[in-house]
């Protein structure tokens, strides 16, 4: 995610999506799109705001990205945050981790703060009914990759103690990134190691964010190059083990290794990567959640549609199927 969506979201904005009329979702959309939304004056408005962006999933932070101090939910804001996800059919719920939280660290006290403040999130996913709670696994700088390794699944493994996840519905999501140096998860080989580390302490998935990938040095915007993308993903990470997409364009160049998200069909990956990917018949049971910046006033209203018309659509006379049958049913009988 990128630092303008964070200070984005931390400033009034005049045309606040609880604001905006409700617009109805596009009739026949067969893909669960959303945006990460705005959590401010409680966590259950982002789930009106949501729906009133128009979407049909949604990704928060469950307390402020950059601070340590732990947060409480309140009993009555987790079940207003679920009646309104049944009333408007939002699923899935992603909550995405601190940005402080860093299980690689070596740093002893940094690193049991980390720790502590996963749990913490931890818990408020749980508390939310959430569905994904989306990691960065961190920088192992000072030490070795395989250090870091082990470190972030023995701190997975002690955030989790006495927590059952799997039980509960709720997927620990690791997400790749941009490149940076000594950051775990910068390459799907790397993405898969992890998952391997941890499927023996939670239930795991993945979380492939396309601003990452493609500053990493992936292609994914030629349709040759996207093809062999997804391909290697499926060797290394499965894309059935991927139930969440972050739909960011880019500012910066392919290879960069620069974390700059840019608005869907603006930056240098382009409209036409987001329409193949949304149209992929192995993707279609993941979710696509985007993380662009708000630069002006319904820049997330506007970059939820543009993934929204990039989608594909149920056949209408399928749609319409059911009633039909039914009517003749009814016809026989008379």
Known sequence: MSRSLVQ????????????LPTRPRPVGLTRRIGIHTSIAGGVENAAERAWRLGCNTFQVFSSSPRQWKPYQ???????????????????PLVIHTNYLVNLAGITPHFHAKSVEAFRGEVERALALCADYLVLHSGSYRGGSRAEGLKRVADAVALATHQFDLKKAGLTVLIENTAGAEFSL???FDQVAELLEYLRKVVPVGACIDTCHTHVAGYDIVSEEGLNETLRYLDLTVGLKNIPLWHCNDAKAARGSRLDRHQHIGKGSIGLEPFRRLLNDPRLAHAAFIAETPIDEPGDDLRNVQALQELAPRAVASAVAAPKVKRAAVRRRRA
């Open 185 to 187: 998860g910068s390459s």
């Open 8 to 19: 984005a979201q931390r400033s009034p904005n005049p045309k606040d999506p609880l604001k």
């Open 73 to 91: 939910l309140a009993t009555t804001q987790c079940a207003q945050m679920s009646g309104l996800r049944e009333r408007y059919d939002l699923k």
